[in-house]
């Protein structure tokens, strides 16, 4: 996305006869969204999350024009995995029913969010949750590990509690 200014005005070749001009500038907007892996190793402890298993991406890799971070829970627990994807997209991008389901209005933090589940998910493991910031669609998740059956939190209210503990580092 790019920002257009138009100017407009006059020259004048001999003092009397103004020609009227047009003058244009571009203002080039981002082309990469906020990098989430910038957030402060002492703010993700304070999160309750592990500065030390940072990981940039899936599998070390941006998907569909996210750039994605995520961290595992403190030890010993490393029972889920915390991720943040950040885009140019529309909150209506959650709206996708072949891909997310369940959304419903909610407050994380200082900030009106929608929280969804990814089609399929069990939501006794697993939740996320979205907002705009500015431009950006920035989504949140919570994916408990495969080994776990009855964990000791709630998916969404333990979501909600480390993304309004890292509110104060997020683009807004």
């Avoid at 957030?39 to 304070?46: L, M, N, S, T």
């Avoid at 595992?72 to 915390?82: H, I, R, T, V």
């Amino acid at each position: 996305m790019a920002i257009l200014m138009l100017l407009t005005g006059c020259a004048s070749a001999t003092g009397d006869d103004a020609t009227p001009t047009a003058t244009s500038t571009t203002i080039a907007a981002p082309t990469t969204p906020w990098d989430p892996c910038t957030i402060p190793d002492e703010a993700v402890v304070r999160a309750g999350l592990n500065a030390e298993t940072k990981e940039s991406g899936i599998f070390g890799r941006d998907q569909y024009g996210f750039k994605i971070c995520g961290w595992e829970n403190q030890p010993p627990a490393s029972k889920y995995y915390f991720s943040i994807f950040v885009g140019f997209k529309g909150i209506d991008y959650i709206g996708d029913a072949t891909t997310f389901d369940r959304l419903q209005p909610t407050r994380v933090g200082t900030r009106d969010a929608t929280q969804y589940q990814q089609v399929g998910a069990d939501a006794s493991l697993n939740c996320g949750v979205a907002f705009a910031a500015g431009a950006l669609l920035l989504r949140a998740t919570i994916i408990t590990d495969a080994t776990v059956r009855n964990p000791p939190y709630d998916p969404c209210t333990e979501l909600n509690a480390i993304v309004s503990a890292l509110d104060s580092e997020l683009p807004t």
